[in-house]
């Protein structure tokens, strides 16, 4: 269970489905990562509800029957929230709400009122602003009555507070001056970039909690924030690294997750410019993460969609001070010895030897293993540099050095 803080937090309820596309255990794992995200935004969840139908219902995405179970609970119940694992479409939306006369969320809600929470700079929240009037202007009509009821609180943040008397006409202006203001300053951090010189770039990637904000402070030596929630770097961070003799740069950039909604990605393609061109990718791994291999799975899925997927990377298993196999008793016969049965030396071996990829092992926390960490990333930092500028490979040996 995730730990509360003294501060006063928005009750809320939880509500996915099982489907054909995500199974009971899948659902189980999403709405705990939605948990997180509710805890990220402020929320406190007191109760989850499933339900298995396919398709969706197309007017209030569950059943009726268990649409009422929802709505007893919330008169019985302080309840400020409901949130459910899925996009819903703005009929759904507004249906749901009319039915249950709380604030009504989805994932895509959710996140990009985190984003708004995190946003420290002016680029970052030009990006989540844009993101969230493109999720908004669908949402108009239902969106007024219950802010115009209640203020404040989870996916209240942003434009909805002070632009509720906005139409879908002036939403759509300020849509068009945001894009305008992204390209001007995406022109400025493409010369800012080009004029970091020919040095190495190296970035982190992962999903989101992963710890490379964590792995940035240790190997740049740096300040950058880092908390255990989800998404607490939004502002893609670039440190001079300097290993041996060997100077690089290495940017953290923002976590990914399951079901990212498309307005952020499409926002934030600037920002993952950082990932665009690197010349070397650091994907961090929580390997402590029971579906961890599916979050491999997303980071890759957004890999691919920013045309970086190919590019040289290392799979960085992080926190493996946290990892913890599930026991298994051959003489039980329960259940046949599987993946989350695995010792580290098991997974080691799978991922250097059967997957074909160059992996490595570390606690970023506890430094653990950070040496070996150092040595590849020079070795593939130094090749890259080589490559570039063959006349002065002398200077860097092949050989690190203990510092």
């Known amino acids: 269970m995730i730990e509360e803080k003294s501060l ?37 969840v007191l109760k989850r509800f499933t339900q298995k139908i396919d398709p969706p219902n197309p007017k209030t995405f569950i059943g009726s029957g268990k649409m009422q179970e929802v709505l007893e609970f919330v008169k019985t119940h302080d309840v400020s929230s409901v ?101 001007t300053i995406d022109k400025q951090m493409a010369t800012q970039r080009g004029n970091r010189g020919a040095l190495v770039r190296v970035a982190l990637v992962g999903y989101t909690n992963v710890g490379k904000s964590t792995l940035m402070n240790v190997i740049a030596k740096s300040d ?70 599916e979050h491999i799975d997303s980071v890759n899925q957004i890999l691919k969609e920013i045309n970086s997927l190919d590019k040289p990377t290392y799979m960085v298993f992080n926190k493996i001070d946290a990892y913890e196999p599930k026991s298994w008793d051959e003489t039980e016969l329960v259940e046949e010895r599987g993946k989350k049965h695995y010792s580290l030396g098991e997974w080691e071996e799978t991922w250097m030897s059967t997957m074909n990829v160059q992996a490595l092992f570390i606690s970023a926390l506890n430094k653990e293993n950070l040496k070996e960490f150092r040595n590849r990333v020079y070795d593939a930092v130094r090749q890259i540099h080589v490559t570039r500028f063959p006349y002065n490979h002398f200077l860097y040996p092949e050989i690190l050095e203990e510092e």
């Open 83 to 183: 949130i459910f694992d899925d996009e819903l479409t703005p009929a759904q939306q507004g249906n749901i709400e009319k039915m249950l006369k709380v604030k009504i969320l989805d994932r895509i809600g959710l996140i990009l009122d985190i984003f708004a929470q995190r946003a420290q700079t002016s680029y970052a929240r030009t990006q989540v602003e844009l993101a969230q009037y493109q999720y908004l202007l669908p949402r108009l009509k239902g969106l007024w009555t219950h802010l115009e009821r209640q203020k404040g609180g989870i996916g209240m943040r942003g434009p909805g507070e002070t632009e509720i008397e906005t139409d879908r006409r002036i939403v759509r202006d300020k849509i068009s001056l945001l894009k305008k203001k992204l390209i």
């Open 224 to 293: 950058v924030f880092a908390e255990n929630k989800l998404f607490a770097t939004l502002d893609t961070t670039v440190r001079k690294v300097v290993i041996g003799n060997l100077p690089f740069l290495l940017s953290d950039t923002v976590g990914f997750i399951r079901k990212l909604p498309t307005q952020l990605v499409e926002s934030f393609k600037s920002t993952l410019d950082e990932v665009q061109e690197a010349d070397l990718l650091l994907h961090v791994v929580d390997i402590s993460h029971p579906n961890f291999e």
């Open 8 to 44: 006063s937090l928005e009750n809320a309820l939880l509500v996915g489905v099982i489907n054909s596309r995500q199974n009971e255990e899948q659902s189980k794992e999403y709405l705990d990562e939605l948990e997180f995200l509710t805890y990220t935004a402020g929320g406190k």
